[in-house]
């Protein structure tokens, strides 16, 4: 929690001001009690009107300083704790932002938008409080301990004697708090992943009639969550009743025996008032540390949570190339690969080159290793054994952003952002003009299409690209990817929602961009004029050449081919 709380620093300043206001407050809550004493035992006992009419004054001053030194220390620990939680989250989110694929396999993204969400807000809640109430509170414990001896001594170790079986419970409280409200925000990731799935797939779930089903499955998680938080919080306010016995028992104690010292004379009626003033005051704060071990439990869970994502190790770039000359040559040496989470291999030793300007197809089929392959060039993975060069250079040799300038990357999916068409093909290259944006979209064989809209470039896609059809959608992801020049142009399955004849003017105009083009397909239709095809097959390159040569010479490639186009395309061609 301490890295954590180190994004107050900042603020110290105003922290320390509010933090002194708020002992300001303290002493004014301490010293009433003697005041009111006195105007018991010299005003009104002996009848003094001056006595009681200057404390009065007194009194009612201090009332104003502490409301004064209240409403500022408000304003200031709401001004820390604010500005402390948007620096706490603008971390997170940066951190977040360098993390490698393999990151995102350690944290789900539910649970990332809980760490940058609720479990900053129980942070920034301690700050918050912690400026208010929860240093004052024990201070005040301790003060009007100490402010009990002075009174009377007898009376203050009677009403003391309960304070430390109240700590060690306390104790034991906050040992069994922590895990319980650590495992309260791991059923809160749960309730969360479960709810993005729903809305993600709100449709299939509708054609399928699912309803029902993805129902039963949320009641099931928020119950786990609604129990594990009973489970909590029943611990926590086990305190508060628990606290008023131990100290109720103490001051009817000090009632007691403070009531045989009036009637022997070795005590005066104010003082016994103040001590059962501090008695109650004492009372009171403690029975705040049950909100207070609440929220510090809360609080220490997410903070080892949030600390999990800001240790996260990335990619140190100190003394890497910053420039790198035009992109010529790609090469594969040996390379091997398997996700963080698996042992097996879903690349294993691949080898192959490609030059600039050359239109490189992949094939194979599903779970060949494919997307595998071309995630690594621009670095989203590290290759676990093998080497790939650039200009025969390694790529590690290369700053991530001065080697992902390079690469126009279109994956799979199609994702699209909330904004306008120009905004969304912009995000390839945020500086672009309005003739850039367009060009790029003539190359991805969409600006007609776009033309033909009421507000055409400026456009307001639905969420996630709703109101498009998928060949659209694909078709923007490329001319996003395109707007960037790039060098190697990557298309990992992304021209399947295609037509033929919207593929082949696409492709051409491909072949007039000086890129290289790595282009991931399922159609032999989509890579046939490519300068080389490579064939795949569990991670293995199994087949490189041309179209004609894999047909000649390979008979998995062969078998693909039959199979898309029959066996009288194949002998015609024969």
Do not use: C
Not at 370 to 380: A, G
Request: charged share 20%; net charge neutral; no cysteine.
């Amino acid at each position: 929690m301490q890295n954590v709380l180190a994004y107050i620093k900042p603020y110290r300043v105003a922290a320390t001001i509010a933090a002194l206001l708020m002992l300001v407050e303290l002493v004014v809550e301490l010293w009433l009690p003697l005041m009111m004493a006195d105007i018991i035992d010299n005003g009104i006992v002996k009848e003094n009107l001056n006595v009681i009419t200057r404390l009065g004054i007194y009194m009612v001053v201090l009332t104003v300083v502490s409301f004064i030194a209240s409403i500022i220390n408000t304003f200031l620990a709401a001004y820390v704790s604010q500005h402390f939680a948007f620096d706490l989250r603008k971390a997170l989110f940066e951190k977040v932002q360098s993390f490698a694929f393999k990151d995102f396999n350690r944290f789900p993204t539910s649970s990332l938008i809980t760490r940058l969400t609720n479990d900053v807000n129980q942070v920034q809640l301690v700050v918050f409080m912690g400026l208010r109430i929860m240093v004052r509170a024990p201070l005040l414990v301790v003060g009007g301990v100490v402010m009990a001896f002075v009174v009377d001594v007898q009376l203050a170790l009677l009403l003391t004697a309960a304070i430390p079986l109240v700590m060690v419970f306390l104790y034991f409280v906050m040992k069994k708090g922590v895990p319980l409200f650590s495992s309260v925000q791991d059923k809160l990731d749960r309730v969360n992943g479960v709810m993005r799935e729903n809305l993600v797939g709100v449709r299939l779930i509708k054609a399928y009639l699912r309803g029902k089903h993805e129902q039963r499955r949320f009641k099931g998680v928020n119950e786990d969550l609604m129990n594990q938080t009973v489970s909590s919080l029943r611990l926590i306010e086990l305190a508060t009743p628990v606290l008023l016995i131990l100290m109720n028992v103490a001051i009817v104690a000090v009632v007691w025996f403070g009531g045989l010292k009036v009637v022997a004379g070795t005590a005066q009626v104010g003082e016994i008032s103040a001590i059962i003033t501090y008695g109650t005051r004492i009372t009171v704060a403690l029975t705040m540390f049950s909100f207070i071990l609440m929220i510090l439990s809360r609080a220490r869970a997410s903070a080892f949570r949030m600390q999990e994502v800001l240790a996260t190790e990335t990619i140190q770039e100190e003394g890497l190339e910053t420039t790198m000359k035009e992109l010529k040559t790609l090469q594969f040496q040996d390379v091997s690969f398997h996700y963080p989470d698996s042992e097996d291999n879903v690349l294993k030793q691949v080898s192959f080159s490609a030059a600039q300007g050359q239109l490189i197809g992949v094939i194979g089929a599903t779970g060949s290793g494919k997307s595998s392959l071309v995630q690594l060039i621009p670095r989203l993975y590290e290759p676990t054994a093998g080497t790939i060069t650039l200009n025969g250079r390694n790529v590690h040799d290369f700053q991530l952003e001065e080697l992902r300038n390079r690469i126009g990357l279109v994956p799979q999916e199609a994702i699209l952002f909330s904004g306008s068409i120009s905004d969304n093909i912009r995000w390839g290259k945020e500086e672009a003009s309005l003739d850039e944006i367009m060009s790029a979209a003539k190359a991805a064989q969409i600006h007609s299409f776009i033309m033909s809209l009421p507000n055409q470039y400026e456009t307001v896609l639905g969420q996630k690209g709703i109101n498009l059809s998928g060949g659209q959608k694909q078709r923007l992801s490329i001319a996003r990817a395109l707007i960037r020049t790039p060098e190697i142009l990557i298309l990992d399955d992304s021209t399947s929602a295609l037509d033929l004849n919207t593929e082949a003017a696409l492709q051409r105009s491909l072949s007039d961009l000086q890129s290289m083009v790595i282009l991931i397909a399922q159609k032999i239709s989509s890579i046939k004029e490519a300068d080389k095809i490579l064939l795949l097959e569990d991670g293995e390159l199994i087949g490189e050449g041309t179209h004609d040569e894999l047909l000649l010479n390979h008979s998995v490639y062969r078998d693909i081919f039959v199979s898309q186009y029959g066996e009288e395309a194949y002998h015609e061609i024969r």
